[in-house]
Every structure is written in C-alpha cells, then in structure tokens.
C-alpha cells in the first residue's frame, strides 16, 4: 500500500469531493478506491495542474496591479493654495504666485500676472501644487517702484506673504511704502469676483 505523498506524479489526481487512504498505480494511470475506479490521462492531469497555476498567476497579477494604481494615486496627490488679495492702494496693482520649493515655478505662468484693478477681494489660486510647497504672493505697480510681498519678480525678501499648499488667507494691500506685507487677515473670507491673467 502506498501513501499519498509516495504516489508518482499524475497516478494520484486530486478529485473535489473525493478523499483517498490509498492509491496505487495501475496502466493506464487508474485510481482504485472500493468499487469505484477514476481513470485521469497523463495529458488531463497536466491540463488540470496549468488551470491551477494559471488562476495562482492571474490572482497574484490581479493583486500587484491593484497595489500599483493605489500608490500612483498617492503620489500624485495634489492641492491648492488660495490667496485672497484686495487693492486698498492708489493704483493698479500687479500680481503673481511664485513656489519657493520648486524653482521657477510660477502662477499663473511664467509669461502671464493678475490685475487688482478695483478695490474689492480676488481670489487667486496656486493650482496642482504639492503637499507642503511653500508659495508666496508678489506684487508691483507697472513701474515697479513700490512693491508687496516678494515683488513682481519674486525676487524680494518678505514676512507674512507666505503659505503653504492647501492653505487659504488673505492680505489687503495698501499703498505709501515699499515691500508691504501685512500679516495674513482673519475671519469670513469672501472670494470675490474671478481674475483673468493678463499677458506680461
């Protein structure tokens, strides 16, 4: 009498159902249980094997491609950050976004600035920007004579024109003195009507 485990190869199938003390090996590759017999060709055998191997396949290829798109999802998280501008100066003020993370990165482009042309609040958005990028407002008359925050060309030191991505504030910007920058103010914020870039 053989065990399971000492039975060659393909004289042994596994049947659903079926639980074997014994088994032996008989031409034709037969396996006697009582009065049953099951007959499995060598060729049925290795087809039930590749069925088998194929689902252990699939499911681990299944399993990678979802772990995949969970970590490209994540890493390629991204927020906003928003400032709340209001020209309270005598003239036309003009403004741009500029990352202090990546370098000669700004909004809305590197060609293209917003116009604070009345007095009332504008939202201005830093779009697509990444966790923890820090991000600071510049601003100049056209001259560019008496500026805010970092200044027109994002060159000027500041305090408080600053923050991060993810973050919202605003500022109101006031005229008589060069590199303004007034701490970031609290309470409702209102955002006020859209700005459209203009061209540098």
């Not at 009345?118 to 990444?130: E, P, R, S």
């Not at 923890?132 to 027109?152: A, D, F, M, P, Q």
Request: aromatic letters at 6%; a positive charge; proline letters at 5%.
């Amino acid at each position: 009498m053989f065990s399971l485990s000492q039975c060659e190869l393909g004289h042994a199938p596994v049947v659903a159902g079926a639980l074997y003390s014994s088994c032996c090996s008989t031409p034709g590759n037969s396996v006697h249980r009582g009065n049953a017999r099951l007959s499995l060709s060598r060729s049925e055998n290795v087809n039930v094997q590749m069925e088998v191997a194929m689902r252990i396949f699939l499911t681990a290829v299944s399993l990678a491609v979802l772990l995949s798109v969970g970590a490209g999802v994540k890493s390629a998280r991204s927020e906003n950050a928003t400032f709340k501008l209001t020209n309270s100066a005598p003239s036309i003020i003009h403004v741009k976004l500029f990352s202090q993370s990546r370098h000669g990165w700004q909004w809305p482009s590197s060609k293209r600035h917003w116009i604070l042309d009345d007095d009332k609040q504008h939202t201005l958005t830093a779009g697509n920007c990444q966790p923890g990028e820090k991000i600071c407002y510049g601003g100049s008359y056209e001259n560019k004579r008496t500026h805010w925050g970092v200044g027109l060309d994002g060159n000027r030191p500041c305090t408080h024109c600053c923050i991060t991505c993810g973050a919202s504030h605003a500022w109101n910007l006031t005229g008589g003195a060069s590199d303004v920058a007034p701490r970031p103010s609290s309470g409702r914020i209102d955002d006020g009507p859209a700005l459209v870039p203009a061209d540098d």
